[in-house]
């Protein structure tokens, strides 16, 4: 969830364009190469790119005229092979940024639909990059057809992103950064891109995770990695380990949790932790202030949270942004209103939200909120 914190990043490259003859629709060769994307082959096209989290890699217009397009569906058809990497296609806006439909690409071959309920509003096909790091696709056929009706696919508000607000609203030269929940130090490395000249805490309790995490920012002075979880109480506790990394938690999953989360749910050997509350973390490691707590924690927001209402009351943290459950995806875990309540409570006001997740059967998974402390004068 957290890990999409740095939203679309736009090439500011010339992008090179290929040539295709004038089609309806979508058309393999009419394509359109971004940043440093190589390509090896036009049929298959083969896109290939070391890149940073959520770059283009190749986008193909929509050519299909309005006058065929008013009032109409759009579907697009791919057959497509992830070679390396994870990446994502989908269909963009007029903006270019706001996604109507996209899905994430898995190993090996498959076959793709996209739909939107107005073809008008499709101005491109996008592939792009889910992480930092060597990306490569085959796009092996593209097709495209007008449809009566179609199914709406993408929700949320997804031009945006909480990064961009955090630089906006945070006048700080050398922000102070506890990043609770780094898992592998994705959004550690956003926050770094963001804010050059902050510190940041990077606190990951999972012994696996964290020797995965910590090497990524060895020699970077700006970056104190520490194998920790933050809760109401000092001491250890039991972490719930999974075979998907992203879901470990001090809470086991939830009972038909399964058809919520990415991948499978498969149980590993749990581990015990170590646990500090806020206050004590920071008292440790002689943070006077905190201007930024991110806190992606599966369900134990709210706990880590409780404890420290008078700490939160007295703006020594001046922007929470929080991941939000509104499924149950966690046999215990924080209700979404009762988080933003509880800071609300302390002075925070609730800024935006960001990246929702939808499940098609019971809506509304998860996403994050920005809440800046801002008490009543």
Known sequence: MLDRLAGLWRTTKRAIVAEGTDVDGFELGSFTLHGDTRTAAESPLRVAASTKAWSYLAS???????????????????????LAGRAE??????????????????????????????????AALVVRSIEEGSVAVEVVGLSSSMAETVKVRERGFLNKNA??????RLAVEKPIIVDVGANKGDTVARFLEAFPAAGVWALEPHPDTYAGMAPRFAGDTRVRPRRLALSSRAGTSIMHSYTNAAINSLSPVAQGAEGLVDGSVVASAAVEVELQSLRQFCT????????ILKLDTQG???????????????????????ELLFS??????????????????????????????????????????????????
């Not at 193909?60 to 992830?82: F, S």
């Not at 269909?91 to 073809?119: I, N």
């Not at 440790?284 to 201007?291: I, T, Y």
């Open 60 to 82: 193909w217009p929509n050519q299909w005229p309005v006058g065929r397009a008013l009032g109409r569906g759009l579907k697009v058809e791919l057959d497509v092979r992830l």
């Open 89 to 122: 296609v989908g269909l963009v806006a007029g903006d270019l940024e706001t996604f109507v439909h996209r899905t994430a690409l898995v190993d090996g071959a498959q076959k793709v639909v996209l739909e939107a309920p107005d073809a008008t509003a499709v």
């Open 163 to 168: 990064t961009d607000d955090l630089v906006a």
């Open 284 to 291: 440790n490691e002689g943070l006077e202030r905190v201007d």
């Open 300 to 322: 134990h927001e709210l706990d880590i949270l409780q404890g420290e209402t008078e700490f939160l009351r007295s703006g020594k943290v001046r922007f929470v942004l929080v």
């Open 328 to 377: 149950s995806v966690y046999a215990t875990q924080g209700r979404a209103g009762e988080i933003i309540g509880l800071l609300e409570g302390c002075g925070f006001k609730l800024f935006d939200f960001y990246d929702f997740a939808y499940d098609e059967t019971s809506g509304l998974k998860w996403g994050d909120a920005l809440l800046e402390f801002a008490p009543a004068s």
